[in-house]
């Protein structure tokens, strides 16, 4: 398997490894044949234990799970683009169908309307803002 070369106090050996298996190693010494046992000394792991803070419960208020208010729908970008024009302001009733922004999308103008009839509750967007798909741009409180 492997040789090596070993001088003690002057005196030269050859020892050849011919078999290794967990512990047990069968040697040979200058033309003999030894069967060794080896002693490991047992390495500790590199690996670094983790260790996590017990997480605290949650308060009475915290545990219960809050419905979003059902009266506000948001009005998303359809397509990536840059805000032109914001035709309301919080509070401005709004009719399903109405004009609330003017955006410019791939080149073109875009008209976002209202889906349904109501009170605009909040503008999330200014003129000149980029927005990405799916971005929330007016919240609209239905009636």
């Known amino acids: 398997m492997?040789?090596?070369q070993f001088k003690i106090k002057g005196h030269e050996y050859e020892v050849d490894i011919l078999h290794f298996e967990q512990n047990l190693v069968e040697l040979e010494v200058n033309g003999?044949?030894?069967q060794v046992e080896v002693?490991?000394?047992v390495k500790p792991t590199k690996t670094p234990t983790l260790t996590r803070p017990a997480v605290p419960k949650p308060l009475p208020e915290e545990a219960t799970i809050r419905k979003p208010a059902d009266k506000l729908y948001p009005v998303k970008t359809p397509l990536p683009g840059t805000i032109l024009k914001v035709l309301v302001k919080p509070g401005d009733p709004v009719k399903?169908?109405?004009t609330l922004l003017i955006m410019e999308a791939m080149?073109?103008?875009n008209n976002i309307f209202a889906d349904k009839e109501g009170?605009?509750?909040s503008v999330h967007v200014r003129e000149g803002d980029t927005v990405l798909q799916n971005d929330t741009l007016i919240?609209?409180?239905s009636i």
Do not use: N, P, S
Request: glycine letters at 4%.
């Open 2 to 4: 492997k040789k090596f």
């Open 32 to 34: 003999t044949h030894y």
């Open 39 to 41: 002693q490991r000394e």
């Open 96 to 98: 399903k169908g109405d």
């Open 107 to 109: 080149k073109m103008e």
């Open 119 to 121: 009170k605009v509750a």
């Open 139 to 141: 919240e609209v409180e």
